[in-house]
């Protein structure tokens, strides 16, 4: 299995990140994100369930539409999820917010591009 299927595998399906990032030191190829990213991105994830389930629950439908729109880069939706994902609690940045931006990628002019 690529590691890009195996990263895809575990954001669609909710799996730890930080399982993926001790599975991934046996495959000798380039990862998406640097460890420390991953763990970060967790640790949001994890927040973001426990704080706002609402929001989390949200951003995970919004990946599964990114997803049926079927645009033509589906190796980039877990690759962008987990960007979004690493800008929650930042910058005093709300999930809402967050959640809020992700979505309006959906329907920008540009999203097909």
């Known amino acids: 299995m690529l590691l890009i299927e195996l990263f895809s ?3 669609f399906n909710r799996k730890s990140l930080a399982d993926y990032v001790e599975i991934r ?4 190829q380039r990862g998406e994100f640097n ?7 967790e640790e949001n ?3 973001l369930k426990k704080e706002d389930n609402k929001v989390y629950e949200m ?3 919004t990946l599964n ?5 079927d645009r033509g880069c589906s190796v980039e939706y877990p690759i962008n999820f987990i960007t979004e994902i690493l800008k929650l609690y930042k910058n005093h940045k709300t999930p809402q917010k967050v ?3 992700y979505k ?8 097909d591009a």
Do not use: C
């Open 45 to 47: 994830l994890q927040r």
């Open 9 to 11: 595998d575990h954001v």
């Open 104 to 111: 309006n990628g959906l329907t920008h002019y540009l999203a």
């Open 35 to 41: 460890d420390q990213l991953l763990i970060r991105a």
């Open 59 to 61: 951003m995970y439908e």
């Open 99 to 101: 959640y809020e931006d």
């Open 65 to 69: 539409e990114y997803q049926k729109l």
């Open 25 to 28: 030191k046996s495959i000798n």
